[in-house]
């Protein structure tokens, strides 16, 4: 049988997608890729301002994407699709 190591867990204030708002950001979700000017971050969602469905990004040192499409207003996405993140150019 193997033995549980105990971790300690740190929480920082202001880290994560917190401390992204106001940045234009990509989240790479379950399904489909967004972009956008991150505005707002709950416990279920996160607000994108001139958001863009992302269908193919191209080289992701680019600026742009390679084919993106706006969406028609704010967009919210919910936390539980989003896989992974970051800011972008």
């Known amino acids: 049988m193997m033995k549980s190591k105990k971790v ?5 204030d ?7 708002i106001g ?10 890729f967004y972009a956008g000017v991150l505005r707002g971050v ?18 992701l040192t680019n600026a742009g994407f390679k084919d993106a499409q706006p969406l028609p207003s704010e967009w919210y996405v919910q936390i539980a ?4 993140y970051g800011v972008t150019k």
Request: hydrophobic fraction near 50%.
């Open 8 to 12: 300690e867990v740190e929480v920082v």
């Open 14 to 20: 202001g880290e994560g997608l917190v401390a992204l």
């Open 23 to 32: 940045k234009s950001v990509l989240l790479m979700c379950a399904n489909y």
């Open 42 to 59: 709950n416990d279920v969602c996160v607000l994108l301002e001139n958001p863009q469905i992302v269908y193919e990004t191209g080289v």
């Open 81 to 84: 699709a989003i896989e992974s």
